[in-house]
């Protein structure tokens, strides 16, 4: 099982994210927070713990994705 997965079977909350914009012609920062987050094509879903420091990676590019449910 992937570890998103186990962390949801122990009660650890998590997000989607999905990528509903391209990277290209943005800053590199941002091109590698939406690496950092797993993303990195058009329309891909991550999942990802529900932390502060996810969240202030989706706030810092909220432009080019999503939180799915």
């Known amino acids: 099982m992937s570890p998103a997965k186990k962390n949801n079977e ?21 091109r590698e ?6 993303l990195g094509k058009m ?7 529900d932390t502060k420091e996810v969240r ?4 810092k590019i909220p432009h080019l994705v999503e939180v799915v449910e």
Do not use: D, H, Y
């Open 33 to 38: 927070t939406l690496k950092a987050l797993g």
């Open 43 to 49: 329309n891909r879903v991550a999942e990802r713990a």
């Open 10 to 30: 122990s009660g650890a909350k998590t997000l989607r994210v999905r990528q509903i914009r391209s990277g290209i012609g943005c800053p590199v920062a941002m």
């Open 56 to 59: 202030g990676m989706i706030a």
